[in-house]
């Protein structure tokens, strides 16, 4: 598949502070990666990759600041809980994601809530079923899927004191006119509450986004074959910018080397300013919307009262 979407034209806030020395942005994405994978690191080896997280972290801060909008398909009330698949079927995808604080040194944030959500194999979101991926897909349905009171794919996590949260999900799929990709929030200063997260603020709205070649490996494979049309990739997606992972490109480790159907490990440093405020709603705040037409159909009458405005 390749993408035919027409590229849209957004100028957009993109924030980096580092201290020290000038770097490439990637560079606290490396310590990122040590950092969210320390857990599953002993010995020598495991302290090796600690010290030089810490060293990179004390010389570069990345901070992903961009606003984008938290698009139509948000919902409240997301479970705190690490498996967010509700037996949706695809390629597995674990997510390793690290919560620093740019303000300070990229000193970790310990309890901040990191909340994701994303489309399924075929294009659908959990509580907006009847939204038209776009292409020609399978009915939502025939997952076994029907209710729009589902929750799948939906999530919070709580960061530990590494800062680090983990989620076991599926590789997501796509719809028109967007690329690949999952939707992010990092809470601060609420707390967990009838088995969901509840006060605090949101510091960051944003999104993550795959590498094409990765993605299209995957678009090949079941269930995902069975959505055809026309892909959008990122040199044409209206909201990536071509920063990687300053403008949330996540790192993919596969599983088992040329075998996509075994799945990916995915990592990202998510640099906040805990003391901000950025809700993302609507056409965003402090930054560009996402724009364009989101998928067809009608989305249930508690969904946020701006999405026929803005895209997903």
Not at 27 to 47: I, M, N
Not at 62 to 73: A, F, I, Q, R
Not at 165 to 178: A, L, M, Q, S
Request: charged share 20%; proline share 5%; with cysteine.
């Amino acid at each position: 598949m390749t993408g035919h979407h027409a590229n849209t034209s957004i100028t957009r806030r993109r924030a980096l502070a580092v201290t020290g020395a000038t770097v490439a942005a990637g560079g606290l994405a490396v310590a990122g990666y040590q950092s969210a994978f320390a857990d599953e690191t002993t010995g020598a080896a495991g302290t090796a990759a600690t010290a030089s997280a810490t060293s990179a972290s004390d010389s570069t801060c990345m901070t992903l600041m961009t606003s984008v909008t938290e698009g139509p398909y948000y919902l409240d009330g997301a479970l705190v809980r690490k498996d967010i698949t509700e037996g949706k079927s695809g390629v597995p995808l674990t997510l390793r994601l690290t919560v620093v604080d740019a303000t300070d040194g990229c000193t970790p944030v310990p309890g901040a809530a990191v909340e994701i959500w994303h489309c399924d194999a075929w294009g659908y979101y959990s509580g907006y079923t009847t939204a038209n991926p776009g292409g020609s897909a399978p009915a939502e349905s025939e997952d076994g899927s029907t209710a729009d009171d589902a929750t799948y794919l939906r999530g919070y996590q709580i960061a530990n004191a590494n800062g680090v949260v983990k989620f076991e999900t599926i590789f997501p799929g796509w719809y028109t006119p967007r690329t690949c990709h999952i939707h992010v929030k990092v809470h601060t200063g609420g707390e967990k509450e009838d088995g969901t997260y509840e006060g605090g603020k949101v510091n960051y709205t944003g999104q993550f986004f795959f590498d094409d070649e990765i993605a299209q490996e995957v678009f090949a494979l079941e269930p995902y074959s069975r959505h055809t049309g026309s892909y959008t990739t990122l040199d044409d997606d209206m909201v990536y910018d071509g920063g990687g992972a300053a403008s949330g490109l996540l790192t993919l480790k596969a599983v088992k080397k040329g075998n996509p159907a075994r799945g990916y490990k995915g990592f990202l440093t998510l640099g906040i300013d805990p003391d901000a405020e950025n809700t993302g709603a609507g056409s965003g705040n402090g930054g560009g919307g996402e724009g364009g037409t989101p998928p067809s159909g009608e989305p249930p009458t508690d969904s946020p009262s701006d999405a026929s405005a803005s895209g997903s």
